[in-house]
């Protein structure tokens, strides 16, 4: 099954992204960077008015294109009213910014100064304590994985040991002790009968003579 997109979406393609990429962002954008390069305050404030107007527009464009995309000719009034900011006669953007961004911002400039700064402070007071977190976690695995290695080294150099002793013994052990092997006994006795003879022999010559 194919998902195709809202038709609404169709439209959006259609009228509003490429309509307000060309000039609802290159066209300031070139002009931004011409008043840039001239050192033109005039020309620097305007569109510096501009660009804070397209930064709210865009953001409540996020949620408007969720809850009022169905409205009639939704997409046509938003690229009317970016070409109603742009325009050098109704200049849009000066007005909504003289008449209604301006004395909001400076009432609350204070108030969003002091957020801006605690939100900073409390990001970097988690920054830290994950940070922290995170090292002691890395600190406790290294130690165990350590232990873990060192436990298993001992235990196969124990094993190590064990056999290099069985092997020492194997080799210094004594001969057995038991009944001497059959040959020896014959050999034994055919050596001494000669020598028995022998005597009995003299002893006989010896008593002849007397």
């Known amino acids: 099954m194919v998902l195709l997109p809202h038709p609404s979406k169709y439209k959006e393609y259609r009228y509003g992204s490429p309509y307000r990429l060309i000039f609802g962002t290159l066209y300031p954008a070139y002009y931004s960077y011409k008043a840039v ?3 033109d305050i005039k020309e620097y404030v305007k569109w510096m008015m501009y660009w804070i107007i397209f930064a709210l527009f865009t953001t409540a464009e996020t949620f408007t294109d969720i809850f009022l995309c169905w409205f009639p000719f939704y997409y046509e ?4 009213f970016v070409a109603w900011l742009l325009s050098p006669y109704t200049k849009g953007s000066s007005l909504l910014y ?3 961004v301006h004395p909001t911002l400076s009432s609350k400039e204070k108030e969003i ?3 801006l700064v605690q939100a900073k402070d409390r990001s970097y007071d988690a920054l830290v304590h994950f ?3 995170g090292l002691n ?3 406790t695995a290294a130690v165990m994985a350590a232990s873990k290695g060192q436990g298993a080294l001992s235990e196969r150099l124990r094993s ?3 056999q290099d002793l069985t092997t020492i013994r194997g080799d210094g052990a004594p001969a057995p002790s038991g009944p001497p092997p059959p040959g020896s006994g014959r050999s034994s006795g055919k050596h001494g009968q000669p020598k028995m003879s022998r005597s009995a022999s003299e002893s006989a ?3 002849g003579t007397a």
Do not use: E, H, N, T
């Open 37 to 39: 390069k001239s050192k």
């Open 77 to 80: 009034l938003k690229i009317a």
């Open 98 to 100: 003289r008449k209604f």
């Open 113 to 115: 100064d002091d957020c």
């Open 131 to 133: 940070g922290k977190r």
């Open 137 to 139: 976690v890395a600190a």
């Open 160 to 162: 190590f040991s064990m």
């Open 205 to 207: 010559g010896s008593s």
